[in-house]
C-alpha cells in the first residue's frame, strides 16, 4: 500500500479516498464501493437516474484530478486508498438499478466481481493508461458489464 504526503483535509485527498472510506482496511475498494451505494440513493430518491448520471460524470472527471494528485503525492501507481474511482463504476452501474435492495446487492456486487477479475478491456486500460485517467477508466470499462446485465435484467423482466 502506497502512502499519500497529501493530509487528508487537502481536497483531492478528500476526493480520492472518498472522505477517508478508502483508507478502511481490509479491501480499500469494497470499502469505496459500500459508501458509493447511500449517495448514489440519496441522488436517484431526490433527482432523479439522470442526476446520477450527471454526478458520474462529474466524479469522473474529479477522480481524473484527485486520482492522478494523490498518485503524484505517493508513491507509487493507482493507490489502494484512492477508491473515487469504485464510487464512479458503482454508480454507472446503479444507473441501470431502480431503487430497491436487491437491485443495489446485485449490482453491488456484480461491479466488486468485474472491478477484481478486471474482464476486458478493463485489464487493457489497468495496463496501459496511467496516472488520473488510468486510476478512472479501468473501473468505468469494468462496470460496463454489470450495467448491461442489470439493463438486461430489467428489461427481459
Known amino acids: 500500500m502506497s502512502r499519500s504526503a497529501l493530509p487528508l483535509t487537502h481536497p483531492a485527498c478528500l476526493l480520492a479516498t ?4 478508502g483508507l478502511l482496511r481490509p479491501a480499500p475498494g469494497t470499502w469505496g ?3 458509493a451505494l447511500p449517495c448514489a440513493w440519496v ?3 431526490f433527482s432523479g437516474t ?4 450527471t ?8 477522480g481524473c484530478w484527485a486520482g492522478g494528485v494523490y498518485e503524484r503525492a505517493g508513491d507509487g501507481s493507482d493507490p489502494g486508498a484512492v477508491v473515487i474511482d469504485e464510487v464512479a463504476g458503482q454508480w454507472l452501474v446503479l444507473i441501470a438499478a431502480p431503487l430497491e435492495p436487491l437491485y443495489y446487492l446485485a449490482a453491488f ?5 468485474c472491478d477484481i477479475t ?6 487493457w486500460a489497468d495496463a496501459k493508461v496511467h496516472g488520473g485517467l488510468g486510476i478512472m477508466l479501468d473501473d468505468i470499462l469494468a462496470a460496463l458489464y454489470p450495467l448491461a446485465a442489470i439493463a438486461a435484467f ?3 423482466y
Open 109 to 113: 456486487l456484480l461491479f466488486r466481481l
Open 154 to 156: 430489467r428489461h427481459w
Open 50 to 53: 439522470i442526476a446520477l448520471a
Open 43 to 45: 441522488i436517484v430518491h
Open 118 to 123: 478486471k474482464p476486458w478491456p478493463a485489464s
Open 18 to 21: 472518498w472522505f477517508g472510506a
Open 33 to 35: 464501493s459500500l459508501a
Open 55 to 62: 454526478a458520474t460524470l462529474v466524479v469522473f472527471a474529479l
